[in-house]
């Protein structure tokens, strides 16, 4: 027999094709491209690894350092308050004694007890006066009877309330009268700026004096009852109008409260935004706001402001939180025009009260006007938009209304005709004349409407002599003597820009009507 062989197993019984070569070749280009993007994938977490952590510990040491500041300004705070309160009993003390003084003076001599006021030192003299004796009432009286006076106060009052024993308990006091609620029978007038000018001047007397702004002294129970009184002011918005309609003294007393006593809420920012808004008019708003924390909201108010055709009040916001450059104020002054412009117009449009339209419409422009120019004065924008032209326009404006203004020249009584050319009117005089009447009056047509208002200039006299008497269409003699105080008078008429006419009551016409004597007449 032969031997058969018997292949070995390690040896390949077929040889490699190139298909398979080509294989393998696309399958190692394959996992060497895959290894390389997750070795890129892998490095850039890594680096951004890096990043967060860099910016961790940046955030570490910034904390740290604000936490140091925060500590090192608690120590000075606690360091500083016996400072402080030695320096408030001291003050407590002088006043004490500065009211035993003043409470001797007066029972010594009752007539030196107020001080002429004709000056400066006098006006302080007699403030300190109140504050010493901590007479809130009488202090908030005389200061509300000094409106003339407002800008000296507005320096005298802060050194007067450092004459207090608990400035601002005084303060509280003192507009409690009118603020939150208006406790006097009689609201004859607004006393809110007397509230807040008393406000005002409360703040730099509360500041520490060591630490200044960054601390305010005042009692837990005065800043407790100051957020009562806020709270009492909100509740009683729905009594004012609610927030569309509360008037804008009102608004400003309520936020000056809150600014000066330091209790803003975040909660309320909603309702100071619609507030602020609503009053956007009132020149100390813009500063306001920011004071309560509107300063991120600007943006949206100023839109607000611009879709309502405020454009003026817009730019005074946009230069107290520096958005000029996104609100550019020169546009907004120009599109202001353009708006009162068309106002105007459209009122001059208005037929149905010719005079009164052209009036209101030149009222309209002039204001506009003049809000502009003020407002390109103060910002100084007379190189972007020069006023001359506004200006000349707003002298031309100024000069119609005076010309308007001045009577009609009326000529000589004898003189004067009807519009209707019918015949001469009477004479200016025959209503003085009591020795004999003359008639001037032809015969009334068959039916003429008597008008129901008819305005007379200044000027024209009046008449009170009855005219003939006509019936069936024929004149009766005329009277030999008159008397006008025998004549019936009619009851005296009241036109608009005009002193009284006294007119007769006509009677004995056939169709029992009055002539109409048209206003024309006196033009």
């Not at 607000?304 to 104020?329: C, M, N, W």
């Not at 412009?341 to 010719?354: C, H, M, P, R, V």
């Not at 200006?391 to 000529?411: F, I, M, T």
């Amino acid at each position: 027999m032969g031997s058969i062989s018997i292949p070995d197993p390690g040896e390949s019984t077929q040889e490699p094709s190139f298909d398979e070569f080509q294989r393998q070749t696309s399958l190692m280009t394959s996992c060497t491209l895959l290894w390389k993007e997750l070795s890129d994938h892998f490095t850039s977490l890594e680096q951004s690894l890096l990043k967060k952590s860099d910016a961790i510990k940046d955030k570490i040491k910034t904390l740290d350092t604000e936490t140091k500041a925060s500590l090192s300004s608690l120590e000075e705070r606690e360091t500083t308050i016996e400072n402080s309160v030695s320096i408030a009993l001291r003050k407590v003390e002088a006043a004490v004694q500065a009211a035993a003084a003043a409470v001797g003076t007066s029972k010594c001599d009752d007539g030196n007890d107020n001080p002429e006021v004709d000056d400066s030192e006098g006006l302080l003299l007699r403030l300190k006066s109140y504050c010493v004796k901590m007479d809130s009432l009488g202090f908030w009286g005389f200061v509300a009877s000094k409106k003339k006076e407002m800008e000296l106060m507005r320096a005298q009052i802060p050194l007067a309330l450092a004459e207090c024993a608990d400035p601002a308990r005084f303060v509280l006091e003192a507009i409690s009268e009118v603020f939150p609620v208006d406790k006097r029978a009689l609201c004859v007038n607004d006393l809110s700026w007397a509230c807040v000018l008393i406000l005002e001047s409360l703040i730099p007397v509360m500041v520490d004096p060591i630490l200044g702004k960054s601390r305010v002294l005042v009692t837990p129970s005065v800043k407790k009852s100051a957020k009562e009184i806020a709270e009492k002011w909100k509740e009683s918005l729905d009594q004012r109008g609610g927030i569309e309609n509360v008037k804008a003294p009102d608004v400003h007393t309520f936020f000056q409260h809150l600014v000066t006593f330091g209790i803003v809420k975040n909660e309320d920012l909603d309702l100071y935004r619609k507030l602020v808004v609503g009053s956007a008019w009132r020149k100390q708003m813009p500063k306001l706001a920011v004071s309560l924390g509107l300063a991120d909201k600007m943006p949206d108010m100023i839109e607000e402001l611009i879709s309502k055709g405020q454009q003026v009040d817009a730019v005074h916001f946009t230069h107290e939180v520096g958005l000029v450059d996104r609100f550019p104020p020169v546009c907004l002054l120009k599109a202001f025009l353009k708006d009162a412009k068309k106002a105007a117009t459209s009122i001059l449009e208005d037929s149905n009260n010719s005079s009164r339209a052209v009036h209101l419409a030149a009222r309209k422009e002039q204001s506009a006007l003049k809000a502009v120019i003020k407002c390109i004065e103060e910002y100084k924008l007379e190189a972007e938009f020069p006023p001359e032209n506004l200006k000349k326009r707003l002298e031309q404006l100024e000069k119609v209304k005076v010309e308007k203004k001045r009577p009609a020249a009326v000529g000589p009584a004898n003189k004067r005709t009807r519009a209707s050319n019918v015949g001469p009117m009477p004479p200016a005089k025959a209503g003085r004349i009591t020795t004999a009447y003359v008639s001037s009056f032809p015969a009334p047509p068959t039916f003429v409407r008597s008008p129901s208002h008819t305005q007379y200039p200044t000027g024209v006299p009046s008449y009170s002599v009855p005219p003939p008497m006509y019936v069936h269409g024929t004149r009766s003699p005329p009277y030999a003597a008159y008397s006008p105080e025998a004549a019936p008078l009619s009851p005296p008429l009241s036109y608009p820009g005009t002193p009284p006419m006294n007119y007769p009551a006509y009677g004995g016409y056939g169709n029992g009507m009055a002539p109409a004597y048209q206003h024309t007449y006196y033009r």
